[in-house]
């Protein structure tokens, strides 16, 4: 036995000329080492070396850290380390030290290698070389540390002792980086666009080692710590590194694997301490616990062929009738499995071709249904993993649904686990406190010129659409975006350079935004909600438009409600309400929106806001749908408004499903519009002339559009290359007989195809030919009106839409 510096005896290491003496032979003793539990343990030598737990510092999750122990300078067999410089020592211990990696792990000194290792509340460390463990002095403060004589760096491993029990684990300050320079430089470039697979926390096999890489971007931080179900929720252990001027931080965490749960623990600029869920986990926890989740996806995708022809004809030109959902009310309880087996089944049979999912995206208050986003790559918790919502999707696509999505890059939460004041700065929200907040909702506003944050907004787009095989993006709130003095009263917002109210840099990044979705995911569709009249919103960006696919059309929602809630007898005073659409139809490409919005908070459910008894309330409804399935633009409608639903939207209890329970419903009241519904999909797909020149002044002509005192339109939607429908709307209780309207010539027979006041639906039966709804022709005379050299006499059933073509 020979002597360590205390005069113990210690046993003694092998003679330093047995060590290895080139860096080939200290990377043969590589081979030596196995993987076990997920970590690199060495095999054993002369000691016997317990296998390894995959958890790091502690015995296991969730019990408390033991006492810490007294200092205790061991015996060792060569000699102490240096103190650690007092400076970099406070820094390293306060968790404000930019690079640990330096101070930490395993660094050539003068006479051989320095070991040194952080690990608070251990008992002891010791060092496992080529299978021989040896004893790290204890420097206190949970610093372990000592100098072995060797050549060169060494593989090795650890053997950390937690009240009398031992776990091994590769050392996390033994790896080099595990991000590249390339992603750094398209990260500090706003150029990444995969950034969800360079940032947040991935499984991976680094260095031949299994673990997680855990990545962040804090550029103001003094230093960022790792902590979670690992190590107690104490991050002292695990200070990461500083990779340049990218402001990205960087750990790899050997054995451990997807399901922990983790958030950051930063230190400010000012020395305050902040612990944040990662801005880019891609799983979290059900609220109210707020920690991300390390995951990892094993969904195998099935729905190739849906993917390959989604894009065979331009979305303005095919057929797009949108169900708007909000998952966790929809069948209250339900999962995204579970969903997966329902929502597909109700959509198809209704003839849906979209559904448009509310914000699937992580929130922790389920009030705001999503538009309270804490969690931009993590689908909400709350329904399952993210796994389970790609099920969902798959469901939907093998059904042949495509998924729309809301997404809400306009404003975030003020939650101080979250994104706001994310490293103890403004980072994500505008420096300038009058542009940092939203005064309607008091939430905080993405600072769109900084590239960073664009960068970090254009990839969560991508994201969903690449990893999710989300159809397309619903973008909301966009008119809050592009105005510099939106809500906002006079000196309460600053002029751009130009002196304009436009918020330039909102709308470069939506111009980014999609201009990167289009190039990247052809088939895929953007959609604006934008209530203004900005110029362009659908206009391609190299034309200098936003660049959107499609955007709701949020004046006719407004002007045709007005409308249809106004007695019959007053309607005729806003006739204009219902033909002003016209005027600007073709200016965008747009979608005709009946969404959660318009039946919440007081407004009423669409059957509600018709006038009159239930049965003239639930025929408004019918005829007020079929007006809108026939006028130029996409449709959308939120749930149960398809069966005159007449309570407003409860995300508390979802839709009134026992309405359609035929004990209640004895007659068709509300299975009756849930009908109409149906067969206004299927007639709708099954005629051209209604979507595929949405976009194209020649695809509308009016026939009657200034009867007034009738309340009645009338006019034809026109195909490419096919048969014209007549859409005819009379908005009066009273049935209008022998009503002559003028046709194109050609067209001798005429047939109805679809009649909102037919019995199926709740309807009184009345046909546009003899009064009997059977759907008999109609035979054009050639007698000339409205401006056509032929005509067909009808009768028109009373609150109701009737669809003929010709023969």
Not at 517 to 529: D, K, L, M, Q
């Amino acid at each position: 036995m020979a002597a360590g510096p205390d005069g113990r005896a210690h046993p003694s290491r092998r003679d330093p000329a047995e060590s290895a003496t080139s860096v080939k032979a200290v990377l043969f003793r590589l081979f030596p080492l196995v993987v076990r539990g997920g970590c690199r343990t060495v095999a054993p030598h002369t000691t016997h070396v317990p296998e390894p737990s995959p958890v790091l510092p502690y015995e296991a999750p969730g019990a408390a850290p033991p006492t810490p122990p007294e200092p205790e300078y061991g015996l060792l067999p060569g000699r102490p380390a240096e103190a650690m410089d007092g400076a970099d020592r406070g820094r390293l211990l306060a968790g404000a030290h930019h690079d640990p990696h330096s101070l930490l792990g395993a660094h050539p000194v003068p006479g051989g290698v320095r070991f040194r290792v952080l690990r608070p509340y251990a008992e002891s460390v010791r060092v496992v070389v080529d299978g021989e463990p040896e004893t790290l002095a204890h420097e206190g403060d949970g610093l372990f540390s000592g100098v072995l004589p060797l050549d060169a760096v060494p593989a090795y491993t650890l053997l950390v002792t937690y009240d009398g029990h031992e776990t091994g684990t590769a050392d996390p300050y033994g790896f080099l980086p595990a991000l590249g320079e390339f992603d750094l430089h398209l990260i500090g470039e706003g150029r990444h666009e995969e950034l969800w697979k360079a940032l947040g926390a991935h499984p991976m096999v680094h260095q031949g080692v299994v673990g997680t890489r855990f990545t962040v971007w804090a550029p103001n931080a003094q230093g960022v710590r790792v902590c979670g179900d690992f190590c107690h929720w104490d991050g002292a252990a695990f200070p990461m590194r500083s990779l340049g001027s990218s402001g990205v931080w960087e750990l790899f965490l050997p054995g451990l694997g997807a399901g922990a749960t983790y958030k950051f623990d930063i230190t400010r600029p000012d020395g305050g301490r902040t612990m944040r869920a990662d801005p880019m986990a891609r799983r979290a926890e059900v609220p109210p616990a707020t920690a991300s989740i390390v995951a990892e996806s094993s969904h195998a995708w099935t729905d190739g062929d849906w993917l390959r022809h989604r894009g065979d004809r331009p979305v303005h030109e095919a057929p797009f009738s949108v169900y708007e959902v909000h998952l966790p009310s929809w069948r209250p309880g339900l999962t995204y499995r579970e969903l997966a087996e329902e929502l597909p089944r109700y959509v198809a049979d209704l003839g849906f071709t979209h559904v448009e999912l509310m914000p699937v995206a992580e929130h922790p208050f389920g009030g705001s249904w999503g538009y309270q986003i804490t969690g931009f790559y993590a689908p909400m918790s709350r329904l399952g993993t993210p796994d389970d919502f790609k099920y969902l999707v798959d469901a939907l696509h093998r059904a042949g649904i495509g998924v729309l999505m809301d997404w809400v890059p306009a404003h975030f939460p003020r939650d101080d686990w979250a994104l706001a004041e994310f490293d103890g700065t403004p980072l994500y929200e505008h420096g300038d406190p009058n542009r940092a907040a939203h005064p309607d909702w008091g939430t905080l506003v993405f600072d769109y010129g900084r590239r960073e944050v664009r960068n970090f907004l254009v990839a969560n787009a991508l994201y969903w659409v690449e990893e999710f095989h989300i159809d397309g993006l619903r973008v909301d709130a966009v008119a809050s975006m592009l105005y510099l003095d939106y809500s906002r009263e006079d000196g309460q917002w600053t002029p751009n350079m130009f002196g304009g109210n436009e918020d330039l840099h909102a709308v470069s990044f939506l111009q980014e935004m999609n201009a990167t979705v289009y190039r990247r995911n052809p088939g895929v569709v953007t959609i604006a909600e934008e209530s203004t009249a900005w110029d362009g919103v659908t206009r391609p960006t190299d034309g200098g438009g936003l660049g959107f696919g499609l955007k709701w059309n949020m004046g006719w929602m407004h002007d045709s409600l007005v409308y249809v809630s106004k007695d019959p007898v007053h309607r005729k005073y806003h006739h204009d309400e219902m033909t002003f659409s016209m005027v600007y139809a073709y200016s965008e490409n747009y979608v005709l929106p009946i969404s959660h919005d318009e039946v919440v908070h007081g407004k009423q459910a669409l059957v509600s806001k018709m006038p009159g008894d239930w049965w003239q309330r639930r025929a408004g409804e019918r005829a007020y749908l079929g007006y809108m399935w026939a006028h130029p633009g996409k449709q959308l409608l939120f749930m149960g408004q398809e069966f005159a639903q007449g309570g407003e939207f409860s995300e508390a209890h979802g839709p009134d499903w026992w309405l359609l329970d035929p004990s209640y419903d004895a007659e068709p009241d509300h299975r009756g519009v849930r009908d109409l519904v149906r067969d206004l999909n299927a007639e709708y797909r099954r005629a051209p002339a209604l979507w595929e020149r949405d976009t194209d002044p020649a695809g509308f002509s009016w026939v009657a559009g200034d009867a007034a005192e009738d309340n009645v339109f009338a006019f034809l939607r026109h195909a490419a290359d096919g048969a014209p429908l007549l859409s005819v709307s009379n908005f009066s209780p009273v049935v209008r007989h022998d009503y002559r309207l003028g046709v194109p010539d050609g067209y001798a027979v005429w047939r109805e195809v679809l009649n909102t006041d037919s019995v199926r639906y709740g309807g009184g039966g009345v046909g546009v030919g003899d009064g009997d709804g059977d759907g008999r022709p109609v035979i054009a005379a050639p007698e000339p009106s409205h401006g056509r050299p032929a005509s067909v006499r009808l009768t028109l059933p009373p609150l109701a839409t009737v669809w003929l073509r010709p023969v």
